[in-house]
């Protein structure tokens, strides 16, 4: 039986090598300890992909691969990003079982020995899910928040803290890789495949070196990515919202009835009305129209069916170079 091991790399000089090592260190050593106790004995395979790093991340993913035959790589010919590092992580292993996981460390790969035990018993995904004990505030409010409003809003469930770093039977890839969309929310495409799954649990983690690549506002266009790709709840969102507001004016209207009515010395004409209405109106339909551009958008780049990402580099023959995924 053979596993995969596959992590994308973005300007990840500072910590490529140490993460190799790690990953060679730990899991060579459960590799063995395992084979003595097991007839299908375990091999290991790694695929790094190079997401188009502008340091050199990529010189030095070469240099790992020439020293172990083990490590696989492939190489964008620019910065695809992560969701497509991963789509073709998933496409170019050749392993039983997959293990996606980042490349700084705070996917802890001691964590993988407790995923192989989880799919010995049967399970076909095995999420790690982190604590979020000595996280920053900010970070651990803004996710709660985007856990809750996703679940309440999204087709499909995510749990909170569950992040890439799974192990997938060969059967759950065979499934991800054939769902054809462009606009991949992975997260999403993992729960939606469904198959049984086992959530397993490891403390928060800090970055050995180097900074994170997803600041606050990277985060939130991932967000918005997700909520969008799975539902189309906004639109019937702004149908609700546009339905309310008719309903607010026309009680409003009928208000100022009844008062003119009762003391037509009451009614009294001003701008307040008339620029309440028009902000309140036209906000909403600012609101509307943007959510539909976001649809329109993401049909516009799904019919055109350019491919997820190019291969500038590799090492693994049956690719070969400038090939179209």
């Not at 696989?72 to 992560?82: A, E, H, I, L, P």
């Not at 890439?164 to 969309?181: D, I, M, Q, Y």
């Not at 997260?187 to 959530?199: A, D, H, M, P, V």
């Not at 004016?249 to 208000?255: D, E, F, Q």
Request: negative net charge.
């Amino acid at each position: 039986m053979k596993m995969s091991v596959m992590v994308p790399f973005y300007n990840e000089e500072g910590m490529i090598e140490l993460t190799h090592s790690t990953l060679v260190s730990v899991l060579d050593e459960m590799i063995n300890r395992r084979n003595q106790h097991r007839d299908d004995k375990i091999e290991l395979e790694f695929l790094y992909v190079n997401d188009g790093s502008q340091d050199n991340t990529f010189y030095l993913m070469k240099q790992i691969a020439a020293e172990d035959e083990r490590v696989k790589y492939v190489s964008f010919s620019r910065n695809f990003g992560k969701d497509a590092a991963t789509i073709a992580g998933l496409r170019y292993v050749t392993g039983d079982i997959v293990v996606l996981m980042d490349g700084d460390l705070q996917h802890p790969p001691q964590v993988i020995e407790q995923m192989l035990d989880a799919y010995d018993e049967g399970y076909d995904v095995v999420s790690a899910r982190r604590t979020r004990e000595g996280e920053d505030a900010r970070d651990t409010f803004f996710a709660k928040w985007f856990y809750r409003l996703s679940n309440r809003m999204m087709d499909v469930h995510l749990t909170d803290g569950v992040s890439e770093f799974r192990l997938f039977s060969r059967k759950a890839v065979n499934a991800v890789l054939a769902l054809p969309e462009y606009n991949r929310f992975a997260k999403g495409l993992f729960s939606w495949i469904g198959f049984k799954e086992k959530i397993v649990e490891y403390p928060n983690q800090v970055r050995e070196a180097g900074v994170t690549k997803f600041g606050f506002r990277r985060n939130i266009n991932y967000a918005i990515q997700g909520i969008l790709s799975f539902n189309d709840k906004p639109l019937r969102i702004c149908i609700k919202t546009g339905l309310f507001c008719v309903a607010v004016a026309v009680l409003y209207l009928i208000w100022m009835f009844i008062s003119w009515l009762i003391n037509p010395n009451t009614l009294v004409s001003g701008y307040f009305t008339t620029l309440f209405a028009i902000v309140l109106f036209g906000g909403v339909q600012l609101i509307s129209i943007g959510v539909l551009g976001e649809y329109i958008g993401k049909i516009y780049y799904e019919v055109k069916r350019r491919p997820h990402y190019l291969v500038d580099e590799t090492n693994i023959e049956s690719i070969g170079k400038d090939q179209v995924q």
